[in-house]
């Protein structure tokens, strides 16, 4: 069975194609209820530490070494990646939601690409 790995802002409308919802922000996104979140879960501890999402910022000029130093993370992050992965393997799409307002650096797309890419990481 072919596995879909998605991403979406956890303010846009649920719909049926979002398959199994998973908020990966570390804090509550501001203004979503639990009940509009419409979550089967949220995996905060495989959200960016405080430390690096503080540094970050959502600044895009720190991008790519967010990105570096973040799949760091994923790697010495065992449980959560397992979860997630059991996750994954049990569920025909997976929706990996996010509060953050940039669409284009966000940890979503961090978390999609280390499970894409898996091989190419470890």
Do not use: C
Request: aromatic content about 12%; proline content about 2%.
């Amino acid at each position: 069975m072919n596995r879909v790995l998605l991403i979406k802002r956890i303010y846009k409308i649920k719909n049926i194609e979002d398959g199994y919802r998973i908020l990966v922000d570390r804090l509550w996104p501001r203004g979503v209820s639990k009940m509009k979140a419409s979550l089967d879960l949220w995996l905060k501890d495989i959200a960016p530490s405080t430390d690096l999402r503080t540094w970050f910022g959502h600044d895009p000029n720190k991008w790519q070494e967010f990105k570096k130093r973040y799949i760091e993370e994923l790697k010495n992050n065992k449980q959560s990646v397992d979860k997630l992965t059991k996750i994954i393997e049990t569920h025909k799409t997976v929706t990996l939601l996010y509060g953050a307002k940039d669409q284009e650096h966000n940890e979503a797309l961090v978390i999609k690409d280390y499970f894409e890419n898996y091989d190419d990481y470890v």
